[in-house]
């Protein structure tokens, strides 16, 4: 597996972030660095790889950016031998997708890893700070077990190792050598208590029955006393009763009699007594109100007459705020503005302007203002006269140069006429050609380059022919050699190694399992010196014949078969009894002969293996000479696939050697061919341009000859066409200045259209361009300053007639409203508007009291309705009742409540009667009551209570004769207790029997898995032991020679070897060297485990922290390592780090998440 391409499309803090790595690398490591800040994105980074391949959880902490529905990641994964397309969402379900969005299964990108799941490749194939710190304490936490230390980190075997323990524990919770806590412990403790109880069961028959008969009799003693006991307490609780219903139903005759002497009064609703009191303080309080509002009515209205009407001044109001508002601020600006006006008006001067236009006597200077469109017009002219003044200038200048150089180059054009024919000139541009190619070939020198080549390629040839001994022949000989294809070499390589190394483990297995054999041996003649014969045969016979008395004893039931069932019984329980005192041997000899039967069979199968590998290896040897049957005896090459391999690759290289010589000679001829075609091309060219070679035969010279005249022609073609250039220009310089002349005269007959469109055309002369754009400023003034006169003149008459309207104004309502009209017309305007406020102030007033007189007179109507609703209820009251006022009202409902409350309390007596009496009607309360003497009852009730204590004595000492009988009998229980309780016993012995058989089984299994695992680890050990001997060594820089293990206390113990030969255990290890001893554990591991598998990615995330530089280089030393087998990811903060894997790995690729942040969303990250 391989990932190409990284797509982070919507992930954690990722928008369409994309990461190329590329395709894999051919012949350098595959390694990824990925640098960045903190909080850059690599904890991300490093968990999308993973969320990629086995899919993103129920709940990620990377969806803080994007919701659930919308996160994706993909990417480009080589996986199953081709390349794929895969993405991965977040759903329970059918989360992965190929390029097109369609579902696939998880197998799909899975193929190549083997069925590791998710945990298993987090511990295998990554890396960071958590997992190298918790790999670094697993060494210290792994003590004697180096097994499981060493493939913990390749082969996932440390869960089957955990497993075993806990199945382990199960089978101890069984038994275990001097535990008490056990299963089987608790087992024979209930055998015990069965036993027990069933002896202290164990009564007679007669004493049984004897028993059950005086139980008979104590019960019916009991019911007789019982039945005595009742009858006199249902007469004493009788007695009581009447005794206690007598006081009652003397108070309930009183109240009877006390209802009846009292009138009937009909019943009024609930509320009225309530309202009675509101009624009362309603009336009061309408009362008062009512002459209140009376009051205020008589005193509005007063003071509405006593204010004067203010309509006759309001009829003004609207002239006097037209007044005050619009005139009178009109008047005060015109007082101050007119003196200002005429003073400006006074200031403007025209004669100035005239004088400088020169016409001072102008009557009418309006008629020499310019209309606008004459001003652009001139404008427009006088812009452009500069332009044409100079292009009519420049024009002529240019024509002059043009003639000067035309009449210093007169005569010559003619001597340069004959190059400009077309015949003259293929011919030159065909030696040109020509030239040029004999300077491109250079075939002098490509000869001489050629004779060093042949040289040195005749003398490798040699050297390789010279490196195939013992072979001996010629190149043609060995190229026609037939030799095998490259998969028969890998065929006969695996084949080879398969077969070596089957040899090699068959062999150690043999000699381990001979000494394991030996020891089997003497530990099983040692147990069964210990505890003799204890076979199972015995204690099957033994159960056969307990089982058959007991069937024998159910069909006969006598005294005779129960003896027999008894003693078969006795010695069957006395055989389990010896078994269970030996479980421990005998499950111990059990054990050890299974062992003994399968290293046996090991045995077997190790010599048949080393008999099929030396087989395998002879019949290899022999299709090796049969593919070579054409070599001579005495020419073969080696029976070893490896070295024959690398005998053909020098057959390759001497091939090689002799097609690069003729290929070298083949070369030199064609050089040759050319060199001589070249020539003749060369000659003919040069007699097609009339030049006379006759003389020359050297090719150098024929070039030089060439070169010259091919100069000479070119230098007068460069004449030729200065020449015509200079007459082409002189035709348009003449032109050029045509338009220039017809331009100016152009610009004079506008000039003159438009001087003759205004005043000017009256002058003696017409003004240029310079004294017209003089005038035009001047004519700007004089315009402003005649609008200007005349609008001053405009705004003084309009004010003048502003202040006069206002002065007839103040007049006329002085007159109206009978204001004296003395004082300055300020006064009198200040007068009218005190006049017009008071009157609104009137008018307001007026307004206010006629509202309030309005809202007194609604208050009086409202409070006049309450009054009648009031007098309305009080006629109801007292028509109800017959009566004239509230006064009685009140004392009728007074009645009627004490002659109901007299009611409730004679019927709560009659209830408490019928409760006491147990009676369901009064009347036959009444009647026993009737006949009852109290004084008779209580003397009766006296002389009851001493017998009721002695019937009460009596069957308190009955009930206690029957409960200690029953106690007895159910103590003893009866045949079936006893027989319950040996159900009990053998069910226990049952249980003991099928558990220690699932105790031997466990510890069988256990035995042979443990024996499997060990074998696994003893065999692949050394390689993994010498891998991370060297990775340790490397890693350290040499302070650490590598690895070992010494025997310990629990086991072998893994120990680091330093430089000096000394060594240290791992927790004498400092905390950085813990580290980098588990790191080149897991390098040995991943070695390991791709050996013969496909490639997997690694990926590590930061775990130099504590490592100097010096250790962190060889760290990358290591990764570029496994790099050559599979693609190797590693993330960083450190940029340092990325100068010391350049250093290592100069192949490398870098990638920098600053990037990532300005090329979101084009193609991808690509590599440094």
Known sequence: MRINRLDLTRYGKFTDAVFDFGSRPVGSPDLHVIYGPNEAGKSTTFSAILDLIFGIGHSTKYGFLHPYPTMRIGGNVHVGGREREFVRVKRPQNSLLDGDDRTVADTEILADLGGIDRGAFSTMFSLDEETLKSGGESILASKGDLGELLFSASAGLSDLSRRLGEIRAHADGFYKFRARNTQLAELKTRLADLKQRREELDLQASDFTRMKSELSAHEERYREALEQLSMIQRRSQEINRILRALPTMTRLVAQQDELAKMPIVPEPPSFWK??????????????????????????????????????????????????????????????????KLKGRIAELSVEALLR?????????????????????????????????????????????????????????????????????????????????????????????LLTRRRDTAEADLLESMAQLTPWRGGPEELAAMPVPLQTTLDKWKMKHSEARDAAKTATSDIERLRADLGRLDAEIDGIRGRSGEIDETSAITSRAVRDEAWVSHRQALTVKTALDFERAMRADDQILSQRLLHFAETGKLAQLRLTRAV???????????????????????????????????????????AELQEWIRRRTVALAARDELGDIDQEMADVHDRSASVKARFVAALKATKINVLDVNDTSSLVAVAESELDRFNSAMEQADRLERLNADRVERGRVLEEARNADAEWNTKWEEVCA??????????????????????????????EMKDSLLDRVQKMEKDAAVFEQAVFDLCGALSIRQTGSLSDMTRAIGEE?????????????????????????????????????RIDEMTAFFGCASVDEVESQI?????????????????????????????????????????????????????????????????????STLEKSLDAVGGDAAVAQIEEQRRTTLLEIEERA??????????????????????????????????????????????????????????????????????????????????????????????????????????????????????????????????????????????DIVRKVCPSVRIYDFEQIKRTAGLDGIAAE
Not at 623 to 636: H, I, K, N, P, T
Request: charged share 30%.
């Open 599 to 641: 290293v046996e069979a090991d045995l077997r199968t190790a010599d048949q293996r080393l008999s099929v590998a030396e087989n395998a290896l002879v019949s290899l040897a022999s299709e090796m000479l049969d593919s070579f049957a054409d070599v001579r005896e005495g020419q073969f090459l080696t029976r070893d696939p």
């Open 274 to 339: 309530t309202d009675l009191s509101v009624i009362r303080k309603e009336t009061i309080e309408l009362r008062v109100k009512i002459d209140s509002v009376a009051r205020s009515i008589a005193d509005v209205e007063s003071e509405i007459h006593e204010i004067p009407d203010p309509a006759e001044v309001l009829a003004f109001a609207g002239r006097a705020e037209e007044l005050l508002k619009t005139l009178e601020p009109r008047y005060i600006t015109a007082q101050v503005d007119i003196p």
């Open 836 to 872: 017009i406020k008071v009157a609104e102030r009137g008018k307001e007033r007026i307004e206010k009291l006629t509202e309030a007189l309005y809202q007194a007179r609604e208050q009086e109507k409202a409070l006049m309705v309450s009054r009648q609703i009031v007098a309305g």
């Open 356 to 448: 400088q236009l020169g016409k001072p006597g102008e009557k009418d200077p309006a008629r020499l203002v310019l209309v606008a469109a004459t001003v652009g017009r001139f404008r427009s002219l006088i812009n452009t006269k500069s332009g044409v003044d100079a292009r009519l200038d420049n024009a002529a200048k240019e024509l002059a140069r043009t003639d000067r150089a035309l009449s210093e180059e007169d005569g010559t054009y003619d001597r340069f006429i004959e190059y400009k024919q077309p015949e003259r000139r293929r011919a030159f541009e065909t030696l040109a050609a020509t030239v040029n190619a004999i300077s491109k070939a250079d075939d002098e020198t490509s000869l001489r």
């Open 757 to 786: 469109s205004c005043w000017l055309k009256g002058e003696p002369c017409v003004p240029d361009a310079d004294a017209v754009n003089a005038i035009i400023p001047i004519l700007e003034k004089l315009s402003s300053a005649i």
């Open 997 to 1138: 058989g699932s105790y031997l089984e466990l510890r069988i299994g256990i035995a042979a898995a443990e024996q499997a695992i060990k074998l696994y680890r003893d065999r692949h050990r050394s390689g993994m032991m010498s891998r991370a001997s060297v990775a340790f060594c490397t890693i350290s820089r040499g302070a650490y020679t590598g690895v070992a293990a010494q025997p310990g206390k629990d086991g072998e113990v893994l120990m680091a070897v330093s430089a000096n030969g000394g060594s240290m255990s791992a927790d004498a290890l400092s905390r950085g060297a813990r580290f980098q001893l588990y790191l080149a554990l897991r390098v040995a591991g991943y070695h390991e485990f791709i050996a013969g598998r496909p490639g997997v990615p690694f990926i590590a995330d930061d775990i130099m922290e504590t490592f100097d530089d010096f250790r962190a280089e060889e760290a990358f030393r290591l990764f570029a390592g496994m790099a050559q087998h599979g693609q190797v990811i590693y993330l960083t903060h450190h940029r340092h780090l990325t």
């Open 894 to 962: 007074d009645l009627y409540s004490k002659r109901q409350a007299l009611q409730t309390v004679v019927t709560d007596l009659e209830r408490e009667l019928l409760e006491i009496a147990g009676f369901n009607d009064i009347g036959q309360v009444a009647q026993q009551l009737s006949q009852a003497d109290r004084v008779v009852l209580e003397i009766e009730l006296e002389g009851m209570k001493p017998i009721l204590a002695n019937h009460e004595k009596a069957c308190r000492d009955a009930f206690h004769e029957v």
